[in-house]
């Protein structure tokens, strides 16, 4: 189980903060069994905090991708333009990736998938019936 963001109670202070859980079992990626561990933590950097993005950023879509063993991270920036990033998982490294995309700009809240075989993201946002499907290069 992974987890990504969040804000302080009054939402004036984002967090770029990736936490993963071990539900049980033996350890996996150095996570012992049903403990919660912060990742990214030594040398590695994670996306930045877009305090002109306000939520976005604190609240980026994710999706997973089975076949990199990775998770891939969406938000609009406060400039209107996409910023993905890639998490892999077995290297503690987060990567800037590009991509093109189209539909709204929004992410606060937004669910998303990875459609592994066209290498592209598709996010949903709740209670606005809008998508953005962004290609990855």
């Known amino acids: 189980?992974?987890?990504?963001?969040?804000a302080?109670?009054?939402d004036t202070c984002f967090f770029n903060q990736l936490w993963g859980y071990n539900p049980g079992g033996s350890a996996q990626q150095g996570i012992a069994p049903h403990t919660w561990?912060?990742?990214?933590?030594?040398?590695?950097?994670?996306?930045?905090?877009?305090?002109?993005?306000?939520?976005?950023?604190?609240q980026p879509?994710?999706?997973?991708?089975s076949t990199r063993q990775?998770?891939?991270?969406?938000?609009i920036g406060a400039?209107?333009?996409?910023?993905?990033?890639e998490y892999l998982i077995a290297n503690d490294t987060w990567t800037l990736l590009s991509s093109t995309g189209t539909?709204?700009?929004m992410t606060n809240g937004a669910d998303m998938t990875f459609d592994a075989a066209n290498?592209?993201?598709?996010?949903?946002?709740?209670?606005?019936?809008?998508?953005?499907?962004?290609?990855?290069?």
């Open 37 to 58: 561990a912060k990742l990214c933590a030594g040398s590695c950097t994670p996306p930045p905090v877009d305090a002109g993005a306000g939520q976005a950023s604190g």
């Open 70 to 75: 990775s998770l891939l991270y969406h938000h």
């Open 119 to 137: 290498n592209r993201l598709l996010a949903w946002a709740p209670g606005t019936n809008t998508m953005w499907i962004g290609q990855l290069h």
């Open 8 to 10: 302080n109670g009054a």
């Open 103 to 105: 539909g709204p700009s």
């Open 1 to 6: 189980v992974y987890v990504y963001g969040g």
């Open 79 to 85: 400039s209107g333009t996409a910023a993905d990033y």
């Open 61 to 65: 879509a994710l999706a997973y991708d």
